[in-house]
């Protein structure tokens, strides 16, 4: 199986999907069927055309990864604490 050569329009638009539509990396890859790699190097590449991926946006992706670990762990412990709540009322003399 040979090499698959993409277009520059092709590249722009895979790094505009991260930058400007919020797509992971990963959610680009697997909805254009290109491997992550690509679209990184392709980041790399365009990031400075396309406009954007400066750091500051580099530091609002973190700050928005960890607010979403954050929530998802806040989440967990709500469903925790609602089934032990639910048990404990049901278990009550």
Same mark, same amino acid.
């Given at each position: 199986?040979?090499?698959?050569?993409?277009?520059?329009?092709?590249?722009?638009?895979?790094v505009?999907?991260?930058? &400007?539509? #919020?797509?992971t990396?990963?959610e680009?890859?697997?909805s254009?069927? =290109?491997?992550?790699?690509?679209?990184?190097?392709?980041?790399?590449?365009?990031?400075? &055309? =396309?406009? #954007?991926g400066?750091?500051?946006?580099?530091?609002?992706?973190?700050?928005?990864?960890?607010?979403?670990q &954050?929530?998802?762990?806040?989440?967990?412990?709500?469903?925790?604490?609602?089934?032990?709540?639910?048990?404990?009322?049901k278990?009550?003399?």
């Amino acid at each position: 199986m040979g090499r698959r050569v993409y277009t520059r329009e092709f590249k722009v638009s895979a790094v505009k999907l991260v930058q &400007e539509q #919020g797509y992971t990396v990963s959610e680009a890859s697997q909805s254009l069927g =290109v491997d992550a790699t690509s679209i990184r190097n392709w980041l790399k590449k365009f990031s400075a &055309e =396309v406009g #954007g991926g400066g750091t500051d946006e580099a530091a609002l992706r973190a700050e928005l990864r960890k607010l979403r670990q &954050e929530n998802k762990r806040l989440l967990m412990d709500r469903e925790i604490l609602k089934k032990a709540t639910a048990f404990f009322a049901k278990h009550q003399p």
